[in-house]
């Protein structure tokens, strides 16, 4: 039976899109039958990092087909949209049903593992998304170190209690910035707000990566940077194994 993993942060633009596909394409390297949904419904990012935004996905009377990111099955809500540039301007109720749709019509065929990239923050939409998929196992929770993203990750955790589904952990990312001329590591935001809620809440933490103009760099040229020989993904492979751990 497949082990849906879901990914979530407190709010956009943290990470969580490239811990999703990263987490997924690491699991399927590792030999694990693996899907990826991406059903970030505002900012479906996940086709530009594995360089499949011109794709569309097919559907006939059997449901909408996934799509290959060499052997890992990918669905996203940008797979969809008529246009790659196309935004999604739907109100509630066509949201809701488009969320439904890719949950229960996508044709995953058998898998060991599925990786969910859920909506960022705690609202209507990532709370459809964690009961149409009632089969989640855990949840890993993407932050930064700031203050101000403390509020929004205790949010989170407590939504995810609030469901009765288990918080995986933290991933602590941008934590620090490695100087590419003499190596310094400085942290970018000394608030240590993972230290915090991890000790107030209850919740490991994962693992933390740096700001890496590597990652960014790879994201934006379609390849997830745990296939990069670079120093910052053996440290999300330890992050990764860890997690696998916990779900297999
Ligand atoms: P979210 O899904 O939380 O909105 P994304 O995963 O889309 O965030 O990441 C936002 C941007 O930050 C992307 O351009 C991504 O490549 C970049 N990014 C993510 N993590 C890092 C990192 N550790 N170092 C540098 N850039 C990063």
Redesign the pocket.
């Known amino acids: 039976m497949r082990k849906t993993v879901g990914v979530m ?1 407190g ?11 990263n987490l997924a394409v690491h699991l399927s390297r590792k030999g694990w039958n693996t899907g990826l949904l991406d059903i ?1 419904i505002h ?1 479906p ?1 996940i086709p530009a ?1 594995l360089a499949l935004s011109s794709s569309r996905a097919l559907q006939d009377s059997r449901g909408i087909h996934p799509l290959l990111y060499r052997s890992m099955k990918v669905m996203s809500i940008g797979f969809l949209l008529p246009d790659k540039d196309d935004a999604l301007i739907w109100r509630g109720p066509l949201k809701m049903k488009a969320i439904e749709q890719m949950v229960n019509h996508t044709v995953w065929g058998d898998l060991d593992m599925l990786v969910i ?1 859920a909506p ?1 923050g705690t609202g209507d939409e990532a709370l459809s998304v964690c009961q149409l998929i009632n089969d989640i196992i855990g949840m890993i929770i ?1 932050t930064t170190p700031q203050n101000i993203s403390e509020i929004d990750v205790r949010k989170s955790i407590t939504f995810c209690r609030a469901l009765d589904i288990p918080v995986l952990g933290l991933l602590n ?3 620090s910035f490695a100087c590419p001329s003499c190596g310094t590591s400085t942290e970018l935001f000394p608030s240590g707000a993972a230290k915090n809620i991890s000790n107030d809440m209850q919740v490991p933490i994962l693992g933390s ?12 040229q379609g390849i997830p ?1 745990v296939e990069q020989n670079i120093p ?1 993904a053996n440290l999300m492979k330890d992050i990764m194994n860890t997690i696998e751990e916990k779900i297999v």
């Open positions: 942060s709010k956009g633009g943290v990470g969580k899109s490239t811990a999703a596909v970030d900012g990012s990092m990239d960022p993407v990312n941008m934590a990566l740096p700001f890496d103009p590597d990652i960014a760099g790879s994201s934006d940077f910052s």
